[in-house]
């Protein structure tokens, strides 16, 4: 476990873009491709937004994926991949073949699961992840039987509308080399702490599932944590 804590959204962003771009020019150096999957929110925008600024990598070498998404059409406003698009894909030389959307929008979700699942790789270079006031992270919900899947892709039911959505399950986190996890704001505090220093219980806090990567906090978020390191 790493905790990085910055003074504010846009210096964690920089650094966390940072990161991002040091793994995969590694991976591409190593094996001359990289993965990464993108997660959703408001709090990945502009470290999206800083990757795109990046000159030195070579993406026509990466893969794209996603975390979650909501059963929406993929231009919906509340769309993860709408959000990666706007703030990321468009702006880079990137082949359609190599964005991986997950296909919510059909209307099989138990299909779309498992067509998701069948492109995934066995262990993604770069996994950011986002951090839910519940503790959930990307759509992996308190009390979800997602939680204990033997799939690495599966359909779950939401607590809010739109409700139901496609999700990674911890297979996909525990395999990944490198995790990210972003959170800002006073109000991810107690899950922040709950998450990184509480009684594990993945079924009441998911976040713990991800405790093995990095953490990019703001002084928001990190402020009821008891050590920093």
Known sequence: MTIRVFPDLQELSAAAAQAVSDELIEAIFERGRATLALAGG????QTYALLAETENIDWDKVEIYF??????PPTHPDS???????ELLELLPVQPAAVHRMEADQHQLGNAARQYEALLPEALDVLIL?????GHTASLFPDDPALYSADRVVA???PRPPF?????TPRVIDTAK????????????EAVARALEGELDVATTPAQLARKGV??????????????S
């Open 178 to 189: 490198n995790v990210f996890v972003l959170a800002t704001g006073a109000e991810k505090a």
């Open 42 to 45: 408001n709090t990945p925008r």
């Open 156 to 158: 779950v039911q939401g």
């Open 215 to 228: 953490w990019f906090l703001d002084e928001e978020a990190a402020r009821e944590l008891k050590e920093r």
């Open 164 to 168: 139901a959505r496609l999700t990674i």
């Open 80 to 86: 993860n991949f709408q959000m990666a698009c706007e």
């Open 130 to 134: 986002g951090l839910g006031q519940d």
């Open 67 to 72: 975390t979650d998404e909501r059963a929406i």
